[in-house]
């Protein structure tokens, strides 16, 4: 019996998104995007969230900020603490402000911005106490000791090697206390043993499940809300007692982006 834990997620509209600049393989500036369906399709992933029962805050968007709907991407959130983002492109930098006020102004007083390039929970993913932490394309490998330094808890730091899975949240999810999800092409073969050795239960997801953003879902430990096309995923996912629900965030990912990373999980002080 797999039990969900109610959870508070912080969202911000995509009313400004858009794809004018291109920061990883998935942004094509020249293909159109549909800033209405774009819209439509992230209330619908709030209303899932509203419906099993969390909490949704909402930042304001900026104008001119098109990628701020990824609010994963904004800081990292554990025991109440924060450690706010400092992006690696200059098209993004002044998201981290943006998140920094509003996460003082609304709960978190408790917070600081990363002194090297750190991408929020596009690249650090909390299972039970550990810390997961991705670079390779985008967090610095040393902010992995100021996470862990500024959190007190064990970071694990893990390499990213394929450019199309240029954050951790593209490539892992995290499941429950003890489970993650995984596609193995993304890492370093030192990082992918690691992973096999504190994981040894994962979900191996396939490179076409993968290619979909499938692993770039959220779990409240039952619920998994994740991108529609992964179907073999989900059919992995109902096989080990989790129950996956389907979104389809296709505009969002023309910005090489889905559900995580328009989710940021706010975490209380435990
Ligand atoms: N266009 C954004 C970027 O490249 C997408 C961010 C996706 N967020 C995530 N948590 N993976 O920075």
């Given at each position: 019996?797999?039990?969900?834990r109610?959870?508070?997620?912080?969202?911000?509209?995509?009313?400004?998104?858009?794809?004018?600049?291109?920061?990883?393989?998935?942004?094509?500036?020249?293909?159109?995007?549909?800033?209405?369906?774009?819209?439509?399709?992230?209330?619908?992933?709030?209303?899932?969230?509203?419906?099993?029962?969390?909490?949704?805050?909402?930042?304001?968007?900026?104008?001119?900020?098109?990628?701020?709907?990824?609010?994963?991407?904004?800081?990292?959130?554990?025991?109440?603490?924060?450690?706010?983002?400092?992006?690696?492109?200059?098209?993004?930098?002044?998201?981290?402000?943006?998140?920094?006020?509003?996460?003082?102004?609304n709960?978190?007083?408790?917070?600081?911005?990363?002194?090297?390039?750190?991408?929020?929970?596009?690249?650090?993913?909390?299972?039970?106490?550990?810390?997961?932490?991705?670079?390779?394309?985008?967090?610095?490998?040393?902010?992995?000791?100021?996470?862990?330094?500024?959190?007190?808890?064990?970071v694990?730091?893990?390499?990213l090697?394929?450019?199309?899975?240029?954050?951790?949240?593209t490539?892992?999810?995290?499941?429950?206390?003890?489970?993650?999800?995984?596609?193995?092409?993304?890492?370093?073969?030192?990082?992918?043993?690691?992973?096999?050795?504190?994981?040894?239960?994962?979900?191996?997801?396939?490179?076409?499940?993968?290619?979909?953003?499938?692993?770039?879902?959220?779990?409240?430990?039952?619920?998994?809300?994740?991108?529609?096309?992964?179907?073999?995923?989900?059919?992995?996912?109902?096989?080990?007692?989790?129950?996956?629900?389907?979104?389809?965030?296709?505009?969002?990912?023309?910005?090489?982006?889905?559900?995580?990373?328009?989710?940021?999980?706010?975490r209380?002080?435990?």
């Amino acid at each position: 019996m797999r039990t969900p834990r109610a959870r508070h997620y912080l969202m911000c509209r995509p009313t400004y998104f858009d794809v004018v600049y291109s920061i990883n393989p998935w942004m094509d500036p020249k293909k159109p995007v549909d800033t209405p369906l774009a819209i439509t399709q992230w209330e619908r992933l709030r209303e899932v969230y509203l419906n099993l029962g969390h909490t949704v805050d909402t930042i304001e968007p900026v104008r001119g900020l098109p990628d701020m709907v990824f609010a994963a991407n904004g800081a990292t959130v554990v025991d109440g603490r924060a450690l706010v983002a400092r992006f690696r492109d200059a098209e993004r930098i002044a998201e981290g402000p943006a998140y920094h006020d509003w996460l003082r102004d609304n709960g978190f007083p408790d917070l600081r911005t990363a002194s090297v390039v750190n991408e929020g929970e596009g690249d650090y993913l909390l299972v039970g106490d550990l810390l997961l932490a991705g670079t390779g394309f985008r967090s610095d490998p040393r902010s992995h000791d100021e996470a862990q330094e500024f959190f007190g808890r064990p970071v694990v730091g893990l390499t990213l090697v394929d450019p199309d899975y240029y954050h951790l949240d593209t490539a892992l999810t995290v499941l429950d206390e003890q489970t993650v999800a995984y596609y193995p092409g993304a890492f370093s073969p030192g990082s992918l043993a690691v992973l096999r050795r504190l994981f040894p239960d994962a979900v191996i997801a396939s490179v076409q499940d993968a290619a979909v953003f499938g692993l770039n879902a959220t779990s409240d430990g039952l619920n998994v809300v994740l991108p529609q096309n992964a179907t073999a995923l989900a059919d992995q996912l109902r096989d080990r007692g989790f129950n996956p629900i389907g979104v389809d965030l296709s505009e969002l990912l023309k910005a090489g982006g889905s559900v995580k990373c328009c989710t940021l999980e706010l975490r209380a002080a435990g």
